[in-house]
């Protein structure tokens, strides 16, 4: 692949030298040619939105689709598109059908729910941390510590058992890497519905406390929802829920040792909310395809 053309498909790769920086390439069309055409994977060549204003105008629009079973729908590669054009969930759905479901899930997202957590979550995070102290050293950060807390207090709040983390984790691998085998992500995805759809029955006829519980009782038992479509809600959490953290823990601890005035800023309590917000507020969209610059965020214009 010559430098035109790396530099034209997407996703672009990154410096060598700084594989934590977005790719030079798309901060330069950040900085010079903000809403351009890009390459994918199959051939198609959607629009790319990099300027943060841009982004927000882009997502806002209800005349753009998050809907990836719409023909000419940007696929970022195979797996994705197996994935998203086989199992609908909430982050492909558009208002109203996305209203309804995200319905399902805000009682159980309420800040109230979230702030009881709290001293449970500092348990984990205070005990992984102990546990890297007393152990040899270097510690791999990602198997220690990164991967770990989300898994974790993700498990907790859904009520899967901890002890299967490695079945999930290797599906939830296998779902996001840009270079797996379609067939072989989607047996995995539909191993760890069945698998979740295993534990909203027995939740049913055993309740506990926690989210799959919930949507067993007050879903599933009513007839409202049937145990694959908890199953499926459980995968997007699972999935969405731990990967993406564990990613965020290790490039943020990546990039402050890498510019440690960063860091000091950081260690200053006042400063840290904002700290936090930086690192999740980077977000990544044919005349009709968006990829939203940064995060990779794909939708697709329908009026
Ligand atoms: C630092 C960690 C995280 C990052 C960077 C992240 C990133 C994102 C992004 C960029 C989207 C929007 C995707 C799109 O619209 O195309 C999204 C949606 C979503 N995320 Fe996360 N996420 C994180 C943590 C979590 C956690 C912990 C959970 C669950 C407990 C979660 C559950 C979801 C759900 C359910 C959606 C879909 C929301 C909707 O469509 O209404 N995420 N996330």
Redesign the pocket.
């Known amino acids: 692949m010559d430098d035109d053309q790396a530099n034209t498909r997407f996703p672009m790769p990154r410096a060598a030298d700084r594989p934590f920086d977005p790719a030079p390439e798309l901060t330069r069309r950040a900085a010079e040619d903000p809403v351009s055409r890009v390459e994918l994977w199959d051939g198609e060549t959607p629009w790319l939105v990099t300027r943060h204003e841009d982004v927000r105008t882009v997502?806002a629009d209800p005349r753009v689709s998050?809907d990836a079973t719409l023909p000419g729908f940007p696929h970022t590669n195979a797996v994705s598109k197996a994935r998203d054009t086989t199992m609908k969930?909430?982050?492909q759905?558009d208002a109203p059908e996305?209203t309804t479901?995200?319905r399902v899930?805000a009682p159980e997202?309420t800040l109230g729910k979230m702030e009881a957590l709290r001293p449970r979550i500092q348990r984990i995070v205070d005990d992984l941390i102990d546990r890297m102290l007393d152990g040899p050293k270097p510690v791999d950060l990602v198997t220690a510590f990164a991967l770990p807390v989300?898994s974790q207090?993700?498990c907790e709040?859904l009520g899967v058992p901890y002890a299967d983390r490695g079945f999930f984790h290797d599906v939830a691998r296998t779902l996001v890497m840009d270079e797996a085998d379609p067939g072989r992500a989607m047996a995995a995805s539909e191993e760890l519905n069945a698998y979740l759809e295993r534990l909203v029955t027995g939740k049913n006829a055993e309740p506990g406390e926690d989210l799959l519980s919930t949507l067993a009782v007050e879903r599933y038992r009513t007839g409202e929802m049937t145990a694959r479509e908890i199953a499926t809600l459980g995968q997007?959490?699972l999935v969405?829920?731990?990967d993406?953290?564990a990613?965020?823990?290790a490039l943020g601890t990546a990039v402050l040792l890498a510019n440690p005035d960063q860091l000091a800023l950081l260690r200053d309590a006042r400063m840290a909310a904002a700290g936090v917000e930086t690192?999740?507020s980077d977000?990544r969209s044919s005349s009709r395809q968006v990829i939203?610059g940064w995060?990779?965020?794909?939708?697709h214009a329908v009026a």
Do not use: E, W, Y
């Open positions: 997502l998050v969930t909430l982050m759905m996305h479901h995200r899930l997202f989300p207090v993700i709040l997007l959490l969405a829920g731990h993406t953290t990613a965020m823990i690192p999740l977000s939203v995060s990779g965020a794909v939708r």
